[in-house]
């Protein structure tokens, strides 16, 4: 949890709501290698383009509503330098936008209206936003050298609140290594003192190494056998967090997690397979 404090002041120009929406989100441990873009990070390219080319403040903004989500929105109010062409520069960051992410996020788009204007952050709490959302570490980070292609280390910047009140943001660590974890963990804490604010580290997901010899995933994978008579799908997963919390708590623990069929995970879209948890 990352709070910077900000002050706010009163801003003259044109004032608009911009809008990004559309996007896959996903959840951020199974779906966070899959090219997606995350609404937070765009957002801040967006205003940092806008904060040199239309000496733009932000008033408010919001973007994502769990840590562990990959955000599919976000809105911010700005006001910018009057008579300065918003729609159009919204126009060529879509279609770079669109560039980058064709295939993953084809209803990505990015919109404004104009309201009515309202205290803003001042100029150094704006840059404080812009510097967050830009070089918050989101994504992959580093990707398995045991487990070809299966990420190792992720971070996803999930929830940014900003207002008069400062500048509130949730972001979601993750790793296979109890080391990573914790640079991981330090590099947030640096971004958040150098923009004069504080990070704390929550209890969530903990460190859960693959174990190449399983016992009980031995035993699980026989009874799964003998109850069915079919085969089960082994997989190793990124989002491992309960599984992590009492791996980390009792050294030595051979645990699995077992689950029913779920598709588009921590997204309006999601949803069960009934007949998977029957089974």
Known sequence: VIRIPAAASPASGDAWRIELTGLAGGHSGVDIDRGRAAATALMGRVLAGLRDAADMRCARFESGQADNAIAESAAADVVCAPGFGLEAALAAMEADFRAEYGDTEPGLRL???????????????????????????????????RLKGMPQTSCNLGVVRAGPDGIYAEACARSSSATQLDWLNRRIDSLARALGGSAERCRGNAAWEF?????????????????????????????????????????GLDCVALGPTIENAHTTRERRNIASAIR
Do not use: M, Y
Not at 230 to 248: D, L, Q
């Open 111 to 145: 919109t404004a209206r104009h309201i009515e204007a309202r205290p803003a952050l001042d100029g150094a709490g704006t840059d404080a936003l812009i510097c967050l959302l830009l070089n918050a570490p989101q994504g992959v980070i580093e990707r398995s050298a």
């Open 211 to 251: 174990a190449p010899e399983s016992p009980l995933r031995s035993r699980c994978a026989r009874a799964w056998r003998d109850i069915s008579g079919t085969e089960p799908v082994i997989k190793i997963s990124h989002a491992a967090a309960e599984c992590g919390i009492f791996a980390a708590e009792i050294p």
